[in-house]
């Protein structure tokens, strides 16, 4: 699924598409923020229980994160460590993002990627994209039936292939409509693509691929647009980004887009067991082809894509893990949506852009399990070697995607840029929680500027495998207090404050005490984990286990929300950390946050002329000097004069591919 290829489609029409050409290895792609679910809900373990609830990932079964819950105090039984879904608040840790703001998305993926002037193992490409509430089918069918309702679910099983007992029972889990999947498993797939020597023979609809010949059904996904990208048919994804190894093809990937380009198909007074895939035999069949509008959004973005190294957690260059910064969309009203990635890669063994049907069956360069003597000595025996190669794997598409999220309209008011300021991660230490991750801040290192706002959130679940960690078993809790150095581990006292102040520059203690003790001091629950009595912090409980120890965060819920958007007011360096979970042993939980100085906005020419009449006022060097030096205009003429040492700072994406 790395390389798009001109291939010829069924009915003589031409298709561009990607062609699947990966090594057999574990190659997963593990989505860590936003919490990627690989397919969990709630299970208390390490691994998911199913992995054909919603999608295709292909990925290890312990990766992956649960939904957040939202209990008061935990979604536990009384005097137990036991998740109990049917408890009011579980599995509604939803988190919310405002459009424009900046979602910081990090992930691992698993194998080597990396630009071609690089020298990576494989070629590769991500492709990150969305999915909203509201979107329709073209379908006949009921409108319920064919509009995208994003749901988490509150079962592991797999939604029903049923239009009367799946899509209305909102124990399960959704994300594409019913109506779209059942086009899928009944348009005629695209024979033009090259499929290897798989066994196609009798599997002809568009959810029988190379990577999954049966046909397995997973959600409502539509295998063959799981594999495939750009996608030739009407899909609910938008495409916000493609980071690929080959910038030499940005072009095609953008103007093939659905952002901007529309999809047709093929619809029939009278249904028949294979629809066509094509207008001409659409047309031929007495069928009616129509071309849907695209999405009308930007094109997404296309740049090249970060150095990853192989195994070590996918992490990038300076052993951070690769990201990219999304700015959410700009949306009129509230709406429900999962955002998705996908990992292609494929290797140099033949030309996935050219490859297509003519070398299916026995014409294939590649071949399952091949053995021969491929070094062919004269003298010395060097074979025959058998290459481990399943031809359905060797190239391969994985993909992770979120739990459901909100996205809200914009508050009012000049909030400058607003950062999402979350917190990735799991329960346990590495081991437990491999390949997914410890907690941390996201992002961990940030610069901003004076003026901007932080949306701080975070969520985490109550049905935790029970690994190690602080504080009652199986739950996720952070918290944020401030720090003096990065290498300390006591929170400041209040007036050493310096981040989190009011207009005044006093601390703002309202700010610092619900990040800090997370609202704690004003709770009083008498949920299922509080038994008959009702609870409330005791400062000298030390049970770890306890809710009423709120030293370890217990009376908090998994979700946090400070609940109004933090304006920074000062420039400096801040740093952050969490009580409970910076564990000095194996695990940090801290972040940095830079703030610049606001520029003033003044034109070259501007700070020119005010910097002549300040001389010529001043009539005086020393008194030039002090301006030069103390005021922020003279600061600025500095910097723009190139004396001024400019500040270090984390590059954006479009300036570091990030």
């Known amino acids: 699924d790395s390389y798009v290829s001109k291939v010829e489609a069924n009915m003589a029409q031409?298709?561009?598409?990607?062609?699947?050409?990966?090594?057999?290895?574990?190659?997963?792609?593990?989505?860590?923020?936003?919490?990627?679910?690989?397919?969990?809900?709630?299970?208390?373990?390490?691994?998911?229980?199913?992995?054909?609830?919603?999608?295709?990932?292909?990925?290890n079964a312990a990766a992956g994160y649960q939904v957040g819950d939202k209990c008061e105090p935990v979604c536990h039984n009384e005097n137990t460590n036991n998740f109990n879904s049917a408890l009011k608040g579980a599995g509604e840790g939803v988190m919310y993002y405002y459009s424009t703001s900046i979602l910081p998305l990090e992930w691992t993926a698993q194998h080597a990627c990396g630009p071609e002037h690089m020298g990576p193992k494989a070629h590769c490409d991500i492709i990150i994209q969305y999915m909203c509430d509201g979107w329709q089918?073209?379908?006949?069918?009921?409108?319920?039936?064919?509009?995208?309702?994003?749901?988490?679910?509150?079962?592991?099983?797999?939604?029903?292939?049923?239009?009367?007992?799946?899509?209305?029972?909102?124990?399960?889990?959704?994300?594409?409509?019913?109506?779209?999947?059942?086009?899928?498993?009944?348009?005629?797939?695209?024979k033009g693509l090259f499929t290897a020597d798989q066994n196609m023979n009798g599997r002809n609809t568009a959810?029988?691929?190379?990577?999954?010949?049966?046909?397995n059904r997973y959600g409502y996904e539509c295998n063959e647009e799981r594999d495939y990208y750009p996608y030739w048919h009407p899909s609910p994804w938008i495409d916000i980004a493609v980071l690929t190894s080959n910038t030499s093809r940005c072009k095609y990937y953008q103007d093939e887009s659905e952002n901007v380009k529309g999809r047709g198909e093929c619809s029939m007074s009278v249904p028949t067991p294979t629809m066509p895939n094509n207008a001409a035999a659409c047309k031929a069949a007495g069928g009616t082809w129509t071309e849907r509008e695209a999405h009308d959004v930007e094109k997404p973005e296309c740049k090249e894509v970060?150095?990853?190294?192989?195994?070590?957690?996918?992490?990038g260059l300076n052993g951070y893990s690769n990201s990219y910064n999304w700015t959410v969309p700009k949306l009129e009203e509230?709406?429900?949506?999962?955002?998705?990635?996908?990992?292609?890669?494929?290797?140099?063994?033949?030309d996935g852009w050219d490859m297509d049907s003519k070398f299916n069956d026995d014409l294939s360069p590649v071949k399952g399990d091949e053995r021969k003597d491929f070094i062919d000595a004269d003298t010395y025996s060097t074979g025959p070697l058998e290459l481990a190669i399943d031809t359905s794997q060797f190239g391969r598409t994985f993909e992770d995607r979120t739990h459901k999220f909100i996205v809200k309209p914009r508050p009012d008011g000049d909030w400058g840029t607003i950062w999402n300021f979350n917190v990735r991660g799991r329960r346990g230490n590495i081991v437990q929680v491999y390949p997914a991750v410890e907690y941390d801040f996201v992002p961990n290192m940030l610069e901003i500027t004076e003026g901007d706002s932080l949306h701080i959130q975070w969520t985490g679940s109550d049905a935790n495998a029970n690994n190690a960690g602080e504080g009652k078993a199986r739950t996720d809790?952070?918290?944020?207090?401030?720090?003096?150095?990065?290498?300390?581990?006591?929170?400041?006292?209040?007036?050493?404050?310096?981040?989190?102040i009011k207009d005044n520059g006093e601390p703002d203690e309202e700010t610092i005490s619900k990040l800090a003790y997370l609202g704690q001091d004003s709770s009083t629950f008498t949920g299922e984990a509080c038994g008959t009595e009702q609870c409330t912090c005791d400062e000298e409980e030390d049970d770890q286990d306890d809710v009423r120890n709120c030293a370890k965060l217990n009376m908090a819920p998994a979700y946090f929300d400070l609940g109004y958007l933090f304006k920074v007011k000062k420039a400096g360096s801040f740093q952050v950390m969490s009580t409970r979970n910076n564990n000095f042993s194996n695990r940090s939980q801290k972040a940095q946050l830079k703030v610049k100085a606001k520029d003033s906005g003044l034109s070259d020419a501007a700070i020119a002329a005010i910097a002549a009449?300040?001389?010529?006022?001043?009539?005086?060097?020393?008194?030039?000097?002090?301006?030069?030096?103390?005021?922020?205009?003279?600061?600025?003429?500095?910097?723009?004069?190139?004396?001024?040492?400019?500040?270090?700072?984390?590059?954006?994406?479009?300036e570091s591919g990030a």
């Open 207 to 215: 959810k029988n691929t190379r990577q999954d010949n049966n046909g």
């Open 613 to 654: 009449s300040t001389v010529v006022a001043a009539a005086g060097a020393g008194v030039f000097l002090w301006w030069l030096l103390s005021t922020a205009s003279g600061l600025l003429l500095l910097s723009k004069m190139g004396l001024r040492k400019k500040r270090q700072r984390i590059p954006t994406d479009s």
């Open 137 to 190: 089918d073209s379908s006949s069918l009921a409108a319920d039936l064919r509009t995208v309702e994003i749901r988490d679910g509150s079962t592991t099983n797999t939604i029903p292939d049923n239009a009367d007992t799946g899509p209305p029972d909102t124990q399960y889990g959704m994300q594409e409509p019913y109506s779209y999947y059942q086009k899928c498993k009944t348009r005629e797939r695209n």
């Open 477 to 500: 809790r952070s918290n944020l207090v401030e720090l003096n150095e990065m290498n300390k581990n006591r929170p400041m006292k209040l007036e050493e404050h310096k981040l989190f």
């Open 306 to 315: 970060e150095w990853s190294r192989d195994n070590h957690h996918g992490n």
């Open 334 to 350: 509230e709406k429900a949506c999962i955002l998705r990635i996908r990992y292609n890669i494929s290797t140099g063994d033949y």
């Open 14 to 59: 031409f298709c561009l598409v990607y062609l699947v050409l990966l090594p057999l290895v574990a190659s997963d792609v593990y989505l860590n923020h936003p919490r990627g679910s690989n397919n969990k809900l709630n299970e208390q373990s390490n691994n998911r229980n199913n992995a054909n609830r919603l999608f295709d990932s292909q990925n």
